[in-house]
């Protein structure tokens, strides 16, 4: 899948950024070879240097530490490598489940000015409801923020003892429900501190399957939710960029 998304992410937007692959451990050495061949310029981060590289960057910041070391989950290479692995330059990320099906205008136009964005999501998939947000975060949240699209426009905005601040609150109230969804809180809420910086992308940017593919339609992420949303990717996505001849212009590179 991730193929498919970032060839369409550049078809559409002619952008050719320097691009990271950062393998969450479950690629193989063919997933790696086929990667490689397809994106040749790409940095490619093997699970086991980052594993390492992390453990020396968070040995001071305890929460962090548990969230992404000892108590490893996946959400958190997101939450604190991708950042680290920046080291200090704008940054995008991009989920492996989005695909593009024209011109990203309104992405274009906010690089261009310096401007982050993130998508919306189809509900508040937070694990605290918004408004215990400034007593447990100490910011106000903003609804519906999804992280499988966003842009960070400058990597010092980035605020690794927030987040540890953030961790920490989120220990001391264990157990916690909808802790998979922990990663994306911590987010919206930096999001909610940059202010407008960070800007909303429209609803063509689509999530949910109630939202069909057609000519507004600029990409859409499809998540693992109850109706089995991630299976349109190829049941749906894909299909319908074939039919609209995303193959005839890209003939070989998938």
Same mark, same amino acid.
């Not at 220990?171 to 916690?176: A, G, M, N, S, V």
């Not at 593919?213 to 939710?225: A, F, I, M, Q, R």
């Given at each position: 899948n991730g193929i498919w998304t970032l060839r369409s992410f550049f078809h559409f937007s002619g952008l050719t950024p320097r691009l990271i692959i950062h393998d969450d451990g479950s690629l193989t050495n063919a997933h790696q070879q086929t990667l490689y061949q397809q994106f040749p310029q790409a940095q490619f981060i093997p699970y086991a240097q980052a594993h390492y590289d992390m453990t020396q960057r968070l040995a001071d910041r305890p929460n962090c530490y548990r969230y992404r070391i000892s108590e490893y989950s996946w959400p958190a290479i997101k939450l604190l490598d991708f950042a680290y692995y920046s080291n200090n330059r704008p940054f995008m990320v991009l989920d492996a489940d989005v695909l593009f099906f024209k011109r990203p205008q309104e992405i274009l136009q906010a690089i261009e000015r310096n401007n982050g964005f993130f998508m919306s999501d189809w509900q508040d998939a937070y694990t605290w409801p918004q408004y215990r947000w400034p007593a447990v975060l100490g910011t106000t949240g903003i609804p519906r923020v999804n992280v499988g699209l966003f842009y960070l426009p400058d990597g @010092? %905005?980035?605020?690794?003892?927030?987040?540890? /601040?953030?961790?920490?609150?989120?220990? /001391? @109230?264990? &157990?916690?429900? @909808?802790?998979?969804? %922990?990663?994306? =809180?911590?987010?919206?809420?930096? #999001?909610?501190?940059?202010?407008? @910086?960070?800007?909303?992308?429209?609803?063509?940017?689509?999530? *949910?399957?109630?939202?069909?593919?057609? &000519?507004? =339609?600029? *990409?859409?992420?499809?998540?693992?939710?109850? /109706? %089995?949303?991630?299976?349109? #990717?190829v049941g749906k996505g894909i299909p319908y960029l074939i039919r609209h001849g995303f193959l005839k212009t890209n003939a070989g590179a998938i």
């Open positions: @010092r %905005l980035y605020d690794l003892d927030y987040i540890e /601040q953030c961790l920490a609150a989120y220990y /001391q @109230r264990q &157990p916690c429900p @909808r802790a998979i969804w %922990l990663e994306q =809180t911590i987010w919206a809420a930096l #999001f909610s501190r940059l202010g407008k @910086r960070m800007q909303r992308l429209p609803d063509t940017y689509q999530i *949910s399957n109630k939202q069909t593919l057609g &000519p507004e =339609t600029c *990409s859409h992420h499809y998540v693992n939710d109850r /109706q %089995l949303s991630r299976l349109d #990717f």
